[in-house]
Structure formats: C-alpha cells, structure tokens
C-alpha cells in the first residue's frame, strides 16, 4: 500500500493529542464515560457501549494481575448499566470489548475490565474463537509498535433485535473494531468488521478500511488527526503491514545477549517465581514461561543479580 509519511505534519501537532485521547472517536459527551483504563459511550437502549476505546502499549502488556471472574454492574453508569442476571442461562458469552488479558497491569485494572459496560452477549464459538484470535494480534501490534489504538464495539441495526434478560440487552448480530499505529514517520490503521457466530474464514478475510467501519457504524474515528492525514489512514489498508501471529511472549524476537548495552530490554521476568534476570543471565529469556520488561520489577536473580 502506499503508505503515509506525515512526519514533518505531526511534528506541528502538540504532542497532548497523541499522548491522550487519539483512540477516542467523536460523540456525545453526555454519554461518554471515562474509566481509569478505557473509554465509552454507553447506549442505554442497547444497556452496552455504542463504542470503547482505549491505548494498549508495549509496558502494559507485561502486567501480570492474574485474571478474577468479577463481573458486576458499572457504578459509572447513572441510569443502571446490564446486571450479571441478564447472561445467566442465555446461552451467550459475557464478551469483553477490552479483554481481560489487556489490563493485567494491576488489580485495579483488572477489576475494570469486568464491568458490564465493558460487556456484550456474544456467541461461544465467536468470543472464544475469531474474537480472541483477534485480540491476541492487537497484543503482537501493540508490543511490535510500542503502542497501538484500538476502539471497537458492537453493530447493531435500527429495528427489530433479539434481547436477553430483564433489562433487555440487546444481542449484537455484528462487531467491529479498528486499530491505529501512530508510531513512527509512517503511520497505519486497520479495520475489523465480523458477525458473531463462528468465523469459517481466516481473520484477514474480515478485515476492511476505517472508512469501511465508519460507512457501517456512523462513528467518526481518528478525527484529531489532520484531515489529510485522517483521509489517507482511514482510506486503505494492507494486511501485509500487519503481522497475524497471535500473542506470545516466548515468541518475541531474540535479544542480542552478547551486547547487553544495545539490548532492547533490560530485564527477564519468571512469570512464576517474579525473578528477575538481566542480559548477562544464562537464564535471561530462556525459561519456558516469563516476559521481556524495562522496568526493574520481581526479585533479583541469584546468579546474576537482576
């Protein structure tokens, strides 16, 4: 694809823009609620986001909060959001918009990720199938990027629609979500638009435009951005620009442990024991479960020191 260099035009841009609230698209603010990990605008006809949006960055990804089950109502919501009643024996999924595996950074975040308002029905084989392999490629993005922007949400069509539970929560036939890389000089972004049911096709099949998501969803996405730069980014797409293995620390390029100045990352963590290794280790990022991280957390190796 051609792709666009707008290094010269962001350098004009305050750095504010890009630091907090790229990945918010427009809407009505009297319905946007602004967590401490992600962002939405809830639609109470619906009793679920019309869209959540949030940045999921490199250092994120190395949380290590261990998932808890808390699904509850969000407080944040003043006129009731969905109540954990409305899923039970309904045969759908509570189908996280922001996955809990996005906000392992602390308890408090990962008490977030369980609110209702982050919550939609979806269908068994789409959540734990398609939707999960798509969230994991965000967590690959993320960590090749440093940082990526996502904003993703329900599709749901005027008129007659299947609800469950008391408060009548609508079931969404479709979902979307889109993605920013606003790293450097040369910027991309990315579109999903998938039904919820189990996905016959790969996961490239069901990538589209932004502008494709916006035309389906009436949103407005990326509109801080230079109109120019905006109508570029959101006009096309390239699946080769994106790498589609799903997420995997152990997976993640070598490091150079013969130069550890050059070194991309300065420490190893044992995601079981916590203990911290450094370039120099034997041990550094040869345990079969663990993760890369710059910042000094976890116990000191006893070999090397950490």
Same mark, same amino acid.
């Given at each position: 694809?051609?792709?666009?260099?707008?290094?010269?035009?962001?350098?004009?841009?305050?750095?504010?823009?890009?630091?907090?609230?790229?990945?918010?698209?427009?809407?009505? /603010?009297?319905?946007?609620?602004?967590?401490?990990?992600?962002?939405?605008?809830? *639609?109470?006809?619906?009793?679920? #986001?019309?869209?959540? %949006?949030?940045?999921?960055?490199?250092?994120?990804?190395?949380?290590?909060?261990?998932?808890?089950?808390?699904?509850?109502?969000?407080?944040?919501?003043?006129?009731?959001?969905?109540?954990?009643?409305?899923?039970?024996?309904?045969?759908?999924?509570?189908?996280? +918009?922001?996955?809990?595996?996005?906000?392992?950074?602390?308890?408090?975040?990962?008490?977030?990720?369980?609110?209702?308002? *982050?919550?939609? #029905?979806?269908?068994? %084989?789409?959540?734990?199938?398609?939707?999960?392999?798509?969230?994991?490629?965000?967590?690959?993005?993320?960590?090749?990027?440093?940082?990526? @922007?996502?904003?993703?949400?329900?599709?749901?069509? %005027?008129? #007659?629609?299947?609800?469950?539970?008391?408060?009548?929560?609508?079931?969404?036939?479709?979902?979307?979500?889109?993605?920013?890389?606003?790293?450097?000089?040369?910027?991309?972004?990315?579109?999903?638009?998938?039904? *919820?049911?189990?996905?016959?096709? #790969? +996961? &490239?099949?069901?990538?589209?435009?932004?502008?494709?998501?916006?035309?389906?969803?009436?949103?407005?996405? @990326?509109?801080?951005?230079?109109?120019?730069?905006?109508?570029?980014?959101?006009?096309?797409?390239?699946?080769?620009?994106? *790498?589609? &293995?799903?997420?995997?620390?152990?997976?993640?390029?070598?490091?150079? &442990?013969?130069?550890?100045?050059? %070194?991309?990352?300065?420490?190893?963590?044992?995601?079981?024991?916590?203990?911290?290794?450094? /370039?120099?280790?034997?041990?550094?990022?040869?345990?079969?479960?663990? @993760?890369?991280?710059?910042?000094?957390?976890?116990?000191?190796?006893?070999?090397?020191?950490?």
């Amino acid at each position: 694809m051609r792709r666009v260099n707008t290094f010269i035009l962001l350098m004009l841009i305050p750095i504010s823009a890009f630091s907090f609230g790229l990945e918010v698209p427009g809407g009505d /603010p009297s319905r946007i609620i602004d967590h401490n990990w992600f962002v939405l605008e809830y *639609n109470e006809q619906w009793e679920q #986001p019309q869209w959540l %949006a949030y940045e999921l960055t490199r250092e994120e990804l190395t949380g290590t909060t261990k998932r808890i089950d808390s699904f509850k109502p969000d407080p944040a919501i003043v006129t009731g959001s969905a109540e954990l009643s409305d899923y039970k024996g309904s045969g759908y999924d509570r189908g996280h +918009l922001i996955p809990a595996a996005d906000l392992k950074m602390s308890a408090e975040s990962m008490s977030e990720s369980f609110y209702l308002s *982050n919550i939609c #029905p979806q269908l068994p %084989a789409f959540n734990r199938g398609i939707w999960l392999e798509l969230e994991s490629c965000v967590r690959t993005w993320a960590w090749e990027y440093d940082s990526v @922007y996502i904003v993703t949400g329900p599709v749901i069509a %005027a008129g #007659p629609v299947e609800t469950i539970g008391e408060n009548e929560v609508a079931v969404p036939p479709y979902f979307f979500k889109v993605i920013l890389d606003a790293s450097g000089p040369d910027k991309k972004a990315i579109g999903f638009f998938l039904p *919820n049911e189990d996905c016959a096709h #790969p +996961l &490239t099949k069901y990538a589209v435009s932004v502008d494709r998501v916006e035309q389906i969803t009436g949103l407005d996405f @990326y509109y801080q951005l230079p109109d120019d730069i905006e109508t570029a980014l959101e006009a096309e797409y390239d699946i080769t620009d994106w *790498n589609f &293995t799903e997420f995997d620390f152990r997976s993640r390029p070598a490091i150079d &442990t013969q130069n550890p100045a050059e %070194a991309e990352y300065l420490y190893w963590i044992n995601s079981g024991s916590g203990t911290r290794h450094n /370039p120099s280790c034997k041990y550094y990022g040869n345990t079969k479960k663990g @993760y890369y991280t710059n910042g000094k957390t976890g116990k000191a190796c006893g070999f090397c020191g950490g």
